[in-house]
């Protein structure tokens, strides 16, 4: 058996009251008992009593007979063996105190899906401390040789939290990459930057880049959404008018609105964007 550091999303609920924890997995390959951290014990730790499991994922390849269902949860304390706590899915017994197959997804179609809910028969206590409960591990539960399975998917741990081992930070998903972010995008709380993602919340045009944020009508609607690039007299048309408020901005910084692309500077690449949008009403 072989643990790995391949990547898994894990998915907080913020401010979650459910004691559920839900990770998900795309395009996801395990090839035969390769197995990774169902969480990233570097920044959270798993509390609460573990009272089952849900699974929803689907298969998308599968190489020497791998099946839908041989994903498998699996909780044993490092390092990775036989013998542990639980298994659920997977072809192969690894010796488990407690063994369930998950109710459906025996084929290695792709496209084959595994839906259902176990629940075990004894809950498992976690404390926070991985190594007497042990870890959770998600992989490949069929261990023939030269086997891989690639899935999509979510697998939800039922009655467990996980719980950040540092001084967590608040982020937001910032989909345009402008530096501010939108909690309706998403949020996750985190003991480290994350790639997409930013501490500060309240974009007001999350969809399209507007650092300066400029809201010329305060109306709580990003000019960048609202108006058309250029159009910088407000007037609902990108014209001659806006040509002198474009040359007398010329070389101003940062935060003027015809800084268009959002350089720093006013200058022939926004006439240029001007120039493009010649003619064009929101």
Known sequence: MRSSSLAIALALTANSA???????LT?????????SQGVDYTQFNIVGTLTGASINVTLNASTNFTYADDLCVYVDVEPLGTGGFLQIGGFSNLSAAQ??????GGSSAPGT???GTINLTTAL???GNKAIDGTVWIGNGYGAAGTSGTWTGTVTLHGVDAVPNCNPITLFRDVDGDGVGNAADGIIFT???TAGYVPTNGDNCPTVANPSQADANANGLGDACEFVRGDLNLDGIVNASDLPLLFNAWGASAGSPADMNFDGAVNSADFSILLG???TTL
Do not use: E
């Open 27 to 35: 395009n996801q390959t395990f090839t035969g008992f390769n197995f």
């Open 277 to 279: 949008n010649w003619g």
């Open 113 to 115: 899906t595994v839906t």
């Open 18 to 24: 459910s004691a559920d924890i839900t990770v998900t």
């Open 191 to 193: 003991c480290q930057s």
């Open 125 to 127: 206590a976690f404390t």
């Open 99 to 104: 063994r369930y197959t998950w109710p459906n």
